[in-house]
């Protein structure tokens, strides 16, 4: 067991796998080059000092490009992991990833596969708005795209492990204050969570979430930032007698939708925390699903707490009112209950 | 050829100072039979599927390859049979140049389900990954980065194989087109771009959509060699892909080569070509390929016409067992639109 | 215009064995406003009459198939309109003469309630958001249920019973607890004669001898059930709360009687045979709309006046006293009637009414004529205004032309709440319906 930052445990998923399996490589900008920064995150520093410039690909300003590679190789025999600097510019290579990498498994009626992982890190940073999207939903709704999130550093590892070795198409999203970047590329104002992390070959499966709290009153699901604003906001609940169940779906796609279903069952209450978009964000969907499934054990009306529907703005101010807060939660919860 | 009036922009035929000669070896003429006779199935290949779409029997537009065969053929016979081969929303003759089943295709335009693509894909999507070949992309320019990943994964893997892409003049002037061929370009990768400068991108001439006379002065731009060739010249096509591959195997990267020719049919089937002049379609119809190549091989191969006539007969009986193979076959399930959506 | 989108009625496939059911009666009319949930028609089946509930909330905009016809499992019958969006309010203050309180309760509270057997009206708080009765609301109630000891029998509405202060002082030497001191008459003040009465009468006791004690005799204990403790205390709460004054009157029967041999008569063979439940619900559904606020609920402080009829039937079963009501019983033609009131009663007794069944009615029968009860006095039916017993049919002499002629009688007895409404409307309601059944062709008037 080490203790280790999400950049430093997908690190060490990205290099363990690279030497399990020589057909697994790295696309992505400034991912390789010397003297660098190993990616926007740090996460692939140091990786091409291993395993060269071929297997660590940096690539132009050409996110199309960058998709298609990862695609084309994944269908033609590498496992790549392909990245982009800011999830903002996943709608750059929108066509290759939706129309292509989404769709090429069931148009050859099943005679290939696309074995490839895209990292994008998302959330609101004070970069201003085409720097901070959390856009998870635009690819949830994609039928053939696996999306996950890992939000500890034993998740992290674990869960960009399973996606390596999924034979499909898996979008990882990463949190930009959870990353817990060091020198000169740390985010100002991040989280940075450390956790302890095996050093031996574990996964943490696709399609399964995790309970961070038990409770009892209200069910809570959150992801990456949102996970910790909760718990933090559970905490100051149990003062006032609210005992909050927080769960992380980890995956979004396939849900574990089990494990909601029976915390909502217990707790009759369900409160989503999203960083994206209220309207059609990915709570929408597990809201829907839980008011479809779990409508007798409801005791209130489904909430999700979600960024507003605007762009995400630019002013500290202005963001902190955009981003759920820990007492935004606080008060949601205590109407509810 | 008779001298006459064409609308201002249209490419002349041939011969063009733009053009680059043909050279290189030819096939052998086992070889040289086989190209006349890829050519010959595509051609009475999309007749045909011409004729059952009107029947009624094919449920789908269909984007027909007539007057294009010689650049099929000539880039899949130099091509070796590993190789990679992506292709466009006008694939059939593409797939059938590089061997995937007639069956397999008439079968998947029916939307049977011993289609290429288990009726999941259409005639858009036709392709066999066994053979090396991706179902078809319609997204146009949306191939050009796969190629590029498919060459990049060559490279690592060190299997020797050459990727082929084909794309229309259309494709490139999207953005995917572009960083596509530039990441096939800074990487050397082991591809051939191969364009079918048919003139028309639906009903766009090409002089509107690019500035430049040709699509192959582009490829300076990226720092590749690229050729314009007389595309309906199966030889000539034929020579320029044999040698781009071997540059590609032997690591000296891509080579974009303009393949100048004329689609006889409308873009789709729903298309009544009233932007082409009619004097413009007679003048490309006197250089159909396959008349040409046909008159070529009479001139230049002993017993050429017996074994043409085999090539004939052959071809015949090939379609018409397609035709049966894909009338015969049953429809898929409905409940499998839930398959194949992952690897489990 | 607020309701806009239709909402087909559907109907239902409630049968195993046929495609088709026959529509035996709608219980609502084109422009009443109904709730999702609420009785909307009767279906009948091979096997039994079934009622069949609303599938959406707002007005019956239209109803596309004549009672009696025979229609066709999944077709169209009729529609609602609907708001777009919106729910019709709940609380019965959005249209006039909307129908009873819809209650609002969370999905889990309501599972908690019906596996509970408690009804939903019965429960005394709503804690939840927007006045949402919720799980732990149910679980109060419960507990309460429980735990709470049985209330002390108190007389008077106040809880310490009137005395002087003389008496006052001469209880709390003596250590005897006023509340067990009778007054001279039942609720005057009590006096120091009372007290000191009482006080004698207890030293006398304690000084009989132990011998003179009669032996004590076996007893057993009968806890009551917590469906009857439900009753005793809902009945205690009314009780308190109501004024409740009942009047008699005696009716001249004769005719009815004859009237219904007759009709007997004429049914012979079928399998109806209305009884005189089914004829005093008749007349009381055309007498009500005349006496609009005996047909109504009362809060407290608001009279609830409705503008369909839905008659409680006071039906005894093993569990004790059920109330079921039969809806808009002012449209039912008197087989439709006893059919359906049949059909209703031989649910309740055999345990399958459904809550909505029980709920909602806007006024009570209860007949206890069978077991040869004459006048008595009804409890009211809470929140319903009124509520009318009737007593048995039984041979009286009566002067009929100035001589005395056999003839049956019945009595009614009347109980109304005084707080919302008074004696003499009351004697009129009863006079009305002891005119019809003296003369049983005014009905036709």
């Given at each position: 067991m080490t203790k280790m930052s999400i950049a430093e445990a997908l690190r060490a998923a990205i290099r363990?796998?690279?030497?399990?399996?020589?057909?697994?490589?790295?696309?992505?900008?400034?991912?390789?080059?010397?003297?660098?920064?190993?990616?926007?995150?740090?996460?692939?520093?140091?990786?091409?000092d291993e395993f060269g410039h071929e297997r660590i690909l940096d690539t132009p300003i050409s996110e199309a490009a960058i998709a298609g590679m990862a695609i084309g190789a994944a269908a033609c025999g590498l496992r790549p992991i392909a990245d982009v600097q800011y999830g903002d510019f996943l709608f750059n290579m929108m066509d290759q990833l939706a129309n292509q990498a989404a769709k090429l498994r069931y148009m050859s009626g099943g005679t290939l596969s696309v074995p490839m992982v895209m990292r994008a890190p998302i959330g609101a940073t004070g970069r201003g708005s085409q720097h901070a999207q959390s856009l998870e939903a635009f690819f949830t709704h994609v039928p053939g795209l696996k999306v996950v999130a890992p939000s500890t550093a034993y998740d992290a590892k674990g869960l960009l492990t399973a996606a390596i070795r999924d034979d499909?198409?898996?979008?990882?999203?990463?949190?930009?204050?959870?990353?817990?970047?060091?020198?000169?590329?740390?985010?100002?104002?991040?989280?940075?969570?450390?956790?302890?992390?095996?050093?031996?070959?574990?996964?943490?499966p696709i399609?399964?979430?995790?309970?961070r709290r038990a409770g009892k009153d209200l069910t809570i699901v959150a992801n990456l930032l949102m996970v910790y604003r909760a718990l933090a906001a559970a905490d100051k609940l149990a003062e006032q007698g609210i005992e909050a169940e927080v769960i992380d779906p980890r995956t979004l796609v396939p849900l574990d939708k089990a494990l909601i279903l029976e915390s909502v069952r217990k707790t009759g209450r369900l409160l989503i925390v999203e960083e994206d978009n209220l309207t059609n964000g990915w709570g929408a969907e597990i809201a829907a699903l839980m008011a479809d499934e779990a409508f007798a054990w409801l005791d209130a009306p489904i909430k999700r707490l979600a960024a507003p529907d605007v762009p995400p703005p630019f002013a500290p101010v202005l963001e902190q009112n955009y981003v759920p807060s820990e007492a935004k939660i606080i008060a949601t919860a205590l109407a509810m209950c | 050829m008779a001298e006459m009036t064409l609308p201002a922009g249209t490419v002349p035929p041939a011969p063009s100072p733009m053009l680059t000669p043909p050279a290189g070896p030819l096939p052998e003429r086992d070889g040289l039979l086989r190209l006349y006779r890829e050519m010959l199935l595509i051609r009475q290949f999309e007749e045909i599927v011409n004729e059952l779409y009107l029947q009624g029997k094919i449920p789908s537009t269909l984007h027909l390859y007539i007057g294009q065969e010689a650049v099929a053929a000539g880039v899949c016979g130099a091509l070796q049979p590993a190789d990679w081969v992506l292709s466009t929303h006008r694939p059939h003759g593409h797939a059938l140049a590089k061997g995937v089943s007639p069956g397999g295709i008439m079968a998947e335009l029916f939307g049977k389900a011993t289609g290429t693509c288990k009726a999941k894909g259409g005639s858009m999507h036709v392709g066999d990954f066994t053979l090396g070949m991706f179902p078809a992309i319609a997204i146009v320019g949306g191939n050009l980065p796969l190629a590029a990943g498919a060459g990049y994964a060559s490279k690592i893997l060190k299997d020797g194989k050459v990727t082929a892409v084909f794309f229309g003049e259309g494709a490139v002037n999207e953005g995917a087109w572009h960083e596509g061929v530039n990441a096939c370009a800074i990487w050397d990768l082991p591809v051939v771009l191969v364009c079918e400068n048919n003139l028309y991108a639906a009903s766009t001439p090409v002089s509107q959509a690019i500035k430049t006379a040709t699509v192959a002065e582009r490829a300076h731009g990226y720092g590749i060699p690229g050729l314009t060739i007389d595309g309906n010249d199966v030889l000539a096509v034929y020579q320029a892909t044999r040698e781009a591959a071997e540059r590609a195997r032997r690591g000296a990267g891509p080579t974009l080569i303009e393949c100048l020719t004329y689609r006889q049919c409308g873009h789709s089937r729903s298309d009544p070509r009233t932007y082409r002049a009619k004097e413009e379609e007679a003048a490309w119809k006197l250089r159909d390929p396959i008349d040409t190549y046909g008159a070529w091989l009479r001139q230049t191969q002993p017993g050429a016409e017996a074994a043409l006539a085999a090539?004939?007969?052959?071809?015949?009986?090939?379609?018409?067992?397609?035709?049966?193979?894909?009338?015969?076959?049953?429809?898929?399930?409905p409940a499998s639109i839930y398959e194949d959506v992952f690897k489990e | 215009m607020p309701f806009e989108k239709p909402f087909d009625i559907v109907m239902p496939p409630l049968s195993q064995t046929s495609d088709t059911l026959i529509l035996t009666a709608w219980l609502k009319k084109v422009g009443d406003p109904v709730i999702k949930g609420e009785a909307l028609f009767e279906v009948e089946t091979?096997?039994?009459?079934?009622?069949?509930?609303?599938?959406?909330?707002?007005?019956?905009?239209?109803?596309?198939?004549?009672?009696?016809?025979?229609?066709?499992?999944?077709?169209?019958?009729?529609?609602?309109?609907?708001?777009?969006?919106?729910?019709?309010?709940?609380?019965?203050?959005?249209?006039?003469?909307?129908?009873?309180?819809?209650?609002?309760?969370?999905?889990?509270?309501?599972?908690?309630?019906?596996?509970?057997?408690?009804?939903?009206?019965?429960?005394?708080?709503?804690?939840?958001?927007?006045?949402?009765?919720?799980?732990?609301?149910?679980?109060?109630?419960?507990?309460?249920?429980?735990?709470?000891?049985?209330?002390?029998?108190?007389?008077?509405?106040?809880?310490?019973?009137?005395?002087?202060?003389v008496a006052r002082r001469m209880a709390e030497h003596a250590g005897l607890d006023l509340a067990s001191v009778p007054a001279a008459t039942p609720g005057a003040v009590i006096k120091r004669a009372d007290v000191a009465a009482a006080l004698q009468q207890q030293q006398t006791a304690e000084a009989a001898p132990a011998t003179n004690m009669p032996p004590a005799s076996a007893s057993r204990r009968v806890p009551l059930s917590p469906t009857r403790l439900t009753i005793a205390r809902r009945l205690q709460h009314n009780q308190q709360t109501a004024v409740p004054v009942t009047?008699?009157?005696?009716?001249?029967?004769?005719?009815?009687?004859?009237?219904?041999?007759?009709?007997?008569?004429?049914?012979?063979?079928?399998?109806?045979?209305?009884?005189?439940?089914?004829?005093?619900?008749?007349?009381?559904?055309?007498?009500?709309?005349?006496?609009?606020?005996?047909?109504?609920?009362?809060?407290?402080?608001?009279?609830?006046?409705?503008?369909?009829?839905?008659?409680?039937?006071?039906?005894?079963?093993?569990?004790?006293?059920?109330?079921?009501?039969?809806?808009?019983?002012?449209?039912?033609?008197?087989?439709?009637?006893a059919q359906a009131r049949t059909a209703l009663v031989k649910r309740t007794i055999a345990g399958t009414v459904t809550p909505s069944e029980l709920a909602g009615g806007t006024f009570t029968l209860t007949n206890l004529g069978a077991q040869g009860v004459d006048a008595f006095t009804p409890l009211l039916n809470p929140p319903q205004v009124a509520i009318l017993g009737i007593g048995r049919i039984r041979p009286v002499a009566l002067p009929v032309g100035g001589v005395l002629a056999a003839r049956q009688a019945m009595c009614l007895s009347l109980t109304f709440d005084h707080r919302a409404v008074d004696g003499a409307p009351a004697a009129r309601l009863l006079s009305d319906i002891a005119g019809l059944i003296e003369h049983p062709e005014r009905v036709w008037l």
């Open positions: 363990s796998e690279m030497r399990r399996d020589a057909r697994v490589v790295c696309l992505g900008e400034d991912i390789g080059i010397p003297g660098g920064f190993g990616g926007a995150f740090t996460v692939t520093l140091g990786l091409s499909n198409p898996v979008l990882v999203f990463e949190h930009k204050l959870l990353y817990g970047s060091k020198g000169a590329r740390t985010e100002k104002g991040a989280l940075s969570p450390v956790g302890e992390v095996p050093e031996e070959d574990y996964i943490v399609g399964q979430g995790i309970v | 090539i004939q007969t052959e071809v015949t009986a090939t379609i018409q067992a397609a035709i049966e193979f894909a009338e015969t076959s049953p429809l898929p399930d | 091979d096997k039994a009459v079934l009622t069949v509930e609303a599938p959406a909330s707002g007005i019956l905009q239209a109803l596309l198939v004549e009672p009696g016809s025979e229609v066709a499992i999944k077709s169209t019958i009729g529609t609602i309109a609907t708001t777009v969006g919106e729910a019709v309010p709940a609380n019965g203050h959005a249209a006039p003469a909307a129908p009873p309180t819809r209650i609002l309760a969370s999905p889990r509270a309501r599972g908690l309630a019906e596996k509970e057997g408690v009804p939903l009206a019965a429960i005394g708080q709503a804690t939840g958001a927007g006045g949402l009765i919720v799980e732990r609301d149910v679980r109060a109630y419960l507990a309460a249920r429980r735990t709470a000891p049985p209330p002390p029998l108190v007389t008077g509405k106040t809880a310490a019973p009137p005395a002087t202060p009047l008699t009157r005696d009716t001249d029967a004769t005719e009815l009687v004859a009237l219904r041999e007759r009709l007997l008569a004429d049914l012979a063979g079928q399998d109806v045979r209305p009884t005189y439940t089914d004829f005093l619900v008749s007349i009381v559904a055309r007498c009500l709309p005349r006496h609009p606020h005996f047909n109504a609920t009362f809060d407290g402080e608001a009279l609830e006046v409705f503008e369909a009829v839905h008659l409680g039937l006071a039906v005894d079963t093993e569990r004790g006293l059920l109330v079921p009501v039969l809806r808009d019983v002012a449209h039912l033609g008197l087989t439709a009637l």
